[in-house]
């Protein structure tokens, strides 16, 4: 499988974002569909994630209520709306394919496919 993020740039503070994630493959399938992101200097980190079957998500606090995950199963798409952005969401997201189990949804180590990466700067 492959997975190409897109939909990053420069947005001001309080401003919003949509990315997305296209998979593609023969016979696509996952667990989990993540974002991360990783800002200069520091580790990757969990953003959002959802279950590619039932669509329940799970967000980092950080997020909550700012972000919303989303699929489209018939189109094998992510999205990550990202509102009311803040400078210190400034980073490359990467969204990522799981195939693992719940228990291991917010960790990176279970995403076995990654995207390129998509720069998301946000000024204050």
């Known amino acids: 499988v492959q997975l190409q993020a897109s939909g990053g740039g420069p947005v001001p503070a309080g401003g919003s974002l949509r990315l997305s994630c296209a998979a593609t493959g023969s016979t696509f399938t996952a667990r989990f569909m993540g974002w991360f992101r990783q800002a200069p200097g520091k580790e990757r980190e969990f953003v959002a994630t959802?279950?590619?079957?039932?669509?329940?998500?799970y967000y980092a606090d950080s997020v909550k209520g700012r972000f919303t995950i989303s699929r489209d199963k018939a189109k094998n798409l992510v999205y990550l709306q990202m509102n009311n952005l803040r400078p210190m969401d400034t980073a490359v997201y990467y969204c990522?394919?799981?195939?693992?189990?719940?228990?291991?949804?917010?960790?990176?180590?279970?995403?076995?496919?990654w995207g390129q990466g998509t720069q998301v700067t946000v000024s204050s």
């Open positions: 990522a394919r799981s195939l693992g189990v719940v228990g291991l949804a917010r960790i990176s180590t279970s995403y076995t496919s």
């Open positions: 959802i279950n590619w079957s039932n669509g329940i998500t």
